[in-house]
């Protein structure tokens, strides 16, 4: 490839983006979308940076050192703060956007756009239809069924997709030769083919084994029926407020995968297995929104 995408992987859709600068065929709106921790940001950041710098993405110019660092002019971010995308946020960046320009463009990158209210998706879709000259939107999401249908259809939709656990093992070993073969395999097995996770829990071990042992919680959980039992388990998940809210944001991204994976291995269920993960997506949301965290998992725990 052409550019330092400092990315493990995903050299299909980093060459597509390539080729659509190289032709000059950019859109005005690109969604990336994948699961979490996979490098999407780091892609859609990267990607900022060779259309804004005048030195082929040199990585030493004033330009790359901005964006690099989320301080530049023209170059704006919303990150996802566990916060919904509100309606003032929305009319802040449009009018971010309506300045004069002093770079090649005005990006916007936004990370996590299924955030948005209804309000200020609203807003956000007239700017999209209708954007300024030289203006490109990069978004991410990790699940395209909680972006509106009005987004998708404006934007270019490039996935990202997981790798392989022995496609992960391999570079894992290139990466960290100093590590034990075992440890790199538990990453390699637990990161669900997530690059970025696998890379958290080489440098993290305390990290995966709690990841394991959720891991362990959800396979079991979903084969016990007693609402008491599941009840507890919230308990467990709330009962330490500087780890719940982590806590949660792991048992929901290993309930998916798991849910996932039993819909694969068993086509005749896949249905039931969906409906299910729609309503993970619907109790996450809800999370971000910062609803009463214990009701919103008891109503999950009812749910499923």
């Known amino acids: 490839m052409k550019y330092n995408w400092s990315v493990i992987g995903h050299e299909k859709e980093l060459k597509q983006i390539e080729s659509d600068i190289e032709t000059g065929n950019v859109s005005h709106g690109y969604l990336l979308a994948g699961p979490n921790s ?3 940001f780091t892609v859609a950041k990267k990607m900022a940076g060779i259309l804004q710098c005048n030195n082929n993405f040199c990585h030493e110019c004033p ?25 003032d946020e929305m009319h802040t960046l449009v009018e971010r956007l309506n ?15 299924e955030r948005m209210t209804v309000a200020a998706a609203n807003r956000f879709l007239k700017t999209l239809e209708e954007p300024p000259s030289d203006t490109i939107f990069i978004m991410t999401t990790n699940s395209m069924r909680l972006v509106l249908p009005t ?7 490039i996935t990202f997709r ?25 990453a ?9 996770k696998a890379v958290h829990f080489m440098t993290n071990p305390d990290s995966l084994s709690q990841y394991i042992a959720i891991y362990h919680d959800v396979q079991n ?53 969906i409906n299910t993960l729609s309503k993970v997506d619907e109790h996450a949301i809800l999370l971000r929104k910062n609803v009463n965290k214990r009701l919103v998992l008891e109503n999950l ?4």
């Open 99 to 113: 300045m004069s320009k002093q770079s090649n463009y005005k990006i916007c990158l936004i990370q996590s756009v």
């Open 151 to 157: 987004i998708l259809s404006r934007a270019r939709v």
């Open 38 to 40: 996979i490098g999407k």
């Open 188 to 196: 390699s097995i637990f990161s669900l083919g997530r690059i970025g």
């Open 221 to 273: 959980f979903l084969e016990f029926k007693s609402v008491i039992g599941r009840f507890s388990y919230v308990d467990s998940l709330l009962e330490d407020e500087d780890t719940a809210e982590r806590k949660i944001s792991v048992f929901l991204d290993i309930l998916t995968h798991v849910l996932r994976s039993k819909s694969l291995e068993n086509p005749s269920a896949a249905k039931k297995y």
């Open 162 to 186: 997981s790798v392989s656990a022995k496609y992960l093992e391999e570079l894992l070993k290139q990466t960290y030769p100093d590590k034990d073969d075992e440890s790199i395999k538990q």
């Open 301 to 304: 725990m009812l749910a499923i």
């Open 63 to 87: 330009t790359c050192i901005q964006i690099q660092k989320g301080g530049h002019l023209d170059t704006m971010e919303i990150l996802d703060n566990g916060e919904s995308i509100g309606i």
